[in-house]
């Protein structure tokens, strides 16, 4: 608190005890007259409330001067502050911004340097990148020139050797041509793919090579296939299959129908027919011969031109099969004919061991059954184990409860007082 606040307060006070006093007194004398003592007195008061007002009105004015005074002096000071304040910040700034212009110098110099060691090491790099390119760039084209030129020659030496394997071919084919004009062999060749198609499907032990069906008649079929037969003596029952190939007669239905010669191609079809029933006649007299095989035979026809060729015929099919009991059959057909066949082996396969198999179905359920018991009484001797298991766990529990007041020793005591013991022990556990 300051020197004038405290006189302000003192003469407040002063002024408050003296209004207290002038307000007593005056109750005190309000049942006398106006006149006498009091009456000088109430003056005195009156006359020293007087002075007591002009005395706080001078204190009151000489505070509020000395108040506006000190406020002045702060003021000055304050502007003063403030004053070297700002002129202490504009000289900071000043450096400040000095210290910045000179650093962004340094900087700017700095990165100018940095920039152009930049530009040369970049223009150093491109210039061995262009080279290292350029000499990539030649390699490649060198190596893929070279490659291109290798492959064009081997093409060309690929179409020279072809062209001679095309002559060969062409020498071949015309040997072909002067082979298959011989009736003897045309038949040896649709005998070589009839027996190509029967090794693919079959296995050797299902069909036979050059059987007499007939016994006693000297003729035998090309193949035969092993069917199972009725007896129990192991006689198979055979189905012939003979390959014929009527050439010829093809071969002028096939000349006439490019020269669209409708008579031609009546006459050769009537000859091709003929020519197919001799051969269904000839089969069916040498080698079908129930019960030693079956009542139909299958005539093979080696490529499926012909084989379309003759089912073409209207009721050619038909009679064969019901007059002379002969199936057709091209090489899809004979194909599908024989997967259908080995199917049917392997089914009677599987019937015949169906007996053996229950057998050992039986013979498996008795051992299960007896695994059964040999399970049971297992199970019964775990038990009474994890039952005597149980017991000792609750003796060594109470065991445990009955020691825990004893003092345990040291191992190494421990060993040597029950070391001959234990020893002894492991020695009869063992």
């Known amino acids: 608190m300051s020197q004038i606040e405290f006189f302000v307060l003192l003469a407040g006070l002063a002024v408050v005890v003296v209004l207290q006093v002038l307000v007593l ?32 009105q001078t204190t009151a004015q000489t505070s509020n001067a000395a108040v506006v005074q000190q406020f002045d002096g702060v003021r000055r000071q304050l502007d003063e502050q403030s004053l070297a304040a700002r002129h202490e910040q504009a000289r900071t700034l000043k450096l400040f911004a000095d210290s910045m212009n000179q650093r962004m110098l340094e900087v700017r110099v700095m990165l100018e340097t940095k920039i152009k060691d930049l530009q040369a090491d970049n223009g150093a790099r491109l210039d061995e990148m262009r080279k290292t390119v ?14 291109s030129f290798k492959q064009v020659s081997e093409r060309l030496e690929r179409v020279h050797q072809g062209l001679g394997e095309m002559q060969q071919l062409a020498l071949g084919v015309g040997d072909l041509k002067r082979v298959l004009t011989n009736v003897k062999t045309r038949g040896t060749w649709g005998e070589v793919q009839l027996e190509m198609l029967l090794e693919q499907v079959l296995t050797p032990d299902q069909y036979a090579k050059n059987v007499e069906t007939i016994v006693g008649s000297g003729a035998r079929v090309e193949f035969a296939l092993k069917l199972p037969g ?50 269904a006649r000839t089969i069916a007299e040498k080698y079908v011969s129930p019960p030693h095989t079956t009542d139909f035979a299958i005539l093979f026809l080696p490529t499926e031109g012909l084989y379309a060729e003759v089912m073409r015929r209207p009721g050619l099919a038909d009679e064969l099969q019901r007059v002379n009991r002969i199936s057709i059959a091209g090489p899809s057909t004979l194909t599908a004919l024989l997967n259908s066949l080995q199917m049917g082996f392997r089914t009677l396969a599987l019937e015949k061991r169906s007996s053996e198999v229950w057998q050992v179905l039986g013979a498996v359920k008795t051992e299960f059954s007896k695994f059964g018991d040999v399970l049971a009484a297992t199970k019964l001797t775990l038990e009474r184990a994890a039952k005597n298991i149980e017991s000792a766990e609750t003796r060594s529990r109470v065991m445990a409860r009955k020691l825990k007041t004893v003092e345990a020793l040291p191992s190494e005591t421990a060993q040597l007082m029950l070391g001959g013991e234990l020893d002894k022990g492991d020695l009869d556990t063992e």
């Open 25 to 56: 007194l005056r109750s005190r004398g309000g049942g006398g007259g106006a006149g006498g003592p009091t009456g000088d007195l109430a003056e005195r008061i009156e006359r020293v409330e007087r002075e007591v007002r002009m005395q706080l």
């Open 134 to 147: 350029d000499e990539k760039l030649h390699a490649t084209l060198e190596s893929r020139l070279t490659a």
């Open 230 to 279: 009725q007896n129990d003596n192991g006689t198979p029952v055979w189905m012939p299959i003979d390959a014929k190939f009527p050439k010829e007669q093809y071969e002028r239905l096939l000349e006439a129908a490019d020269n669209a010669d409708a008579e031609g191609v009546a006459q050769a079809g009537r000859e091709l027919e003929r020519a197919v029933r001799n051969e």
